[in-house]
């Protein structure tokens, strides 16, 4: 072979990702606010062990042959910052850009816990309460079953909005992981949107607790109620009661506590409502 031709087969050997095209990423944003999502599209062949890395976390992806998608996002806690976004299968990244969170000015409540309720306040409360919710989100929908916007899941004011930094008794534990409504004991909750619900039952510090399982990843929680009237794995439809508005749990008051988790991390759920997914 002459010697033009054997640097050019060595230099095609060397070339990275030559051997199949690097899959096509979109993302629905490049920059997010803390408590915001964004949906990841991946097209083009990947192997069925490919995840995306984001903000020190493994996102699962969602679906088959050559179609992924998943949501990732940041919550009120991540450091403001330009980020890698990676789909990865190991240690190699297929493809790769870069997504900004900005920081959004979070304000602090100081609450005063009456001390029957402070004493649950405990370590062990909060590791039975992560071991349940686990055990019941360990297999999730991997199919898209929300359509449209997020229903408020109660017709009632806001009372205190995602990402306050709560205060107990002067101190820090951490922050407001959902949206408050001040609703009467016994308002009726209904279910944001379409999905399954994998978790009704009571835990420690979120009282009378449902998850609806949305898909991709998606779920909504609804907390502190009275009553409930679903089972786990049943499936609900937008604006199916789940319960009824109480003050079970760690809660000064009756109202509902409403989250959004993505992939497991909780991000603001209100523009899910007014706006819809990403
Ligand atoms: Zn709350």
Do not use: C
């Not at 991540?78 to 850009?97: D, F, I, K, N």
């Not at 979120?206 to 990843?217: M, P, R, T």
Request: hydrophobic share 45%.
């Amino acid at each position: 072979m002459p010697r033009p031709l054997i640097i050019l087969a060595v230099l095609l050997l060397l070339a990275p990702g030559r051997s199949a095209a690097a899959p096509a990423l979109r993302l629905s944003d490049t920059t997010i606010n803390q408590g915001e999502a964004l949906r990841v599209t991946v097209r083009g062949t990947v192997p069925a062990t490919a995840v995306v890395w984001f903000a020190g976390r493994t996102w699962p992806l969602y679906g088959a042959g050559s179609s992924h998608l998943t949501y990732v996002g940041a919550d009120a806690r991540t450091t403001p910052g330009t980020y890698a976004l990676s789909v990865a299968a190991g240690e190699r990244v297929l493809v790769r850009r870069t997504v900004t969170v900005r920081r959004v000015a979070f304000r602090q409540r100081r609450l005063r816990l009456d001390p029957d309720k402070e004493a649950l306040f405990t370590p062990e409360m909060v590791a039975e309460e992560q071991r349940k919710v686990a055990a019941a989100l360990r297999a999730l929908e991997s199919q898209q079953l929300w359509e449209g916007l997020f229903l408020l899941p109660v017709d009632a004011p806001l009372s205190s909005p995602y990402g306050l930094q709560s205060v107990y008794n002067g101190t820090v534990r951490g922050f407001h992981r959902g949206t408050d409504f001040a609703a009467a004991e016994g308002t009726p909750v209904r279910a944001a949107n379409h999905g399954i619900v994998r978790l009704a039952e009571f835990l420690p510090l979120s009282g009378n607790a449902v998850f609806v399982d949305h898909g991709l990843g998606v779920l909504t929680g609804y907390f502190h109620m009275s009553e409930l009237v679903v089972q786990p794995r049943q499936r609900v439809r937008k604006g199916d009661v789940l319960g009824r508005v109480g003050s079970t749990g760690v809660a000064t008051g009756a109202h509902l506590h409403w989250g959004l988790r993505i992939n497991g991390l909780y991000v603001d759920p209100m523009p899910w409502a007014s706006e819809g997914a990403p």
